[in-house]
């Protein structure tokens, strides 16, 4: 496997369900970031983990919670989700989370839907 | 306050025709990185270039050129000979002083063969 890697691809899950997003990064990067991209919006940043530590939560519902047990593996664990979270779930690392100094390396996406 | 602007939310042009995506960011930091990323159906966000706030010459890599002007606080993306290949949607992004990346609302280009 190269670069970043989501699983599953698409998931189709209900209102009371809980299920996790995965992601890998084989670029031995430092950091790693959750995005939301939904429909006519700009994407938003979720979660960054550097070295596994949290530095940003960008007001994010509980119902999603991230975990990060290593540098190369980013988890986004969902619940009681509502239907407006429907959307497309990207992952991306990059060497470093230093000011835009290096680019973000994105995985293909979760394609999410709550029913 | 901090924000990427691409204007343009679709175009259309036939294959071979010169494209040019428009990007105008605000800022007030003196130093920063700007981006373009490519989006295409399949979903996967793709780099494409990173320019620092300090390096004002333009840049061309094979068809794509893109032209950075501080003076009009523009990054625009030029597409040269378009193939059908290109259709994607492309985002425009702004990185301040920190890790964030501020993201335009994205052009969906359409090449027609």
């Known amino acids: 496997e190269t670069g970043v890697t989501q699983t599953p691809r698409h998931l189709v899950m209900g209102m009371t369900n809980k299920k996790s997003l995965k992601c890998e990064q084989h670029?031995?990067?430092?950091?790693m970031y959750w995005y939301k991209q939904s429909a006519k919006k700009p994407l938003e940043l979720m979660f960054v983990y550097s070295l596994e530590e949290r530095v940003e939560n960008n007001s994010v519902p509980s119902r999603f919670s991230p975990e990060c047990p290593n540098s190369s593996h980013l988890f986004l664990h969902l619940h009681t989700l509502q239907p407006e979270d429907s959307a497309l779930y990207l992952c991306a690392s990059s060497q470093d989370v230093r000011g835009g100094t290096y680019e973000q390396y994105f995985g293909p996406g979760t394609r999410l839907t709550v029913t | 306050a901090q924000k990427v602007t691409q204007a343009q939310t679709e175009i259309s042009v036939v294959e071979k025709e010169d494209v040019t995506l428009d990007c105008v960011y605000e800022t007030r930091d003196t130093t920063y990185y700007l981006f373009w990323y490519k989006q295409p159906p399949s979903g996967e966000l793709v780099f494409l270039i990173r320019r620092n706030s300090f390096d004002e010459q333009n840049e061309i890599s094979g068809r794509y050129s893109w032209n950075f002007q501080k003076s009009t606080s523009s990054f625009n993306f030029t597409i040269t000979a378009s193939q059908v290949v290109d259709s994607a949607v492309y985002f425009c992004?702004?990185?301040?002083?920190?890790?964030?990346?501020?993201w335009g609302a994205g052009t969906k280009l359409i090449i027609k063969p």
């Open positions: 992004a702004l990185s301040p002083s920190n890790y964030q990346l501020i």
């Open positions: 670029l031995g990067h430092n950091a």
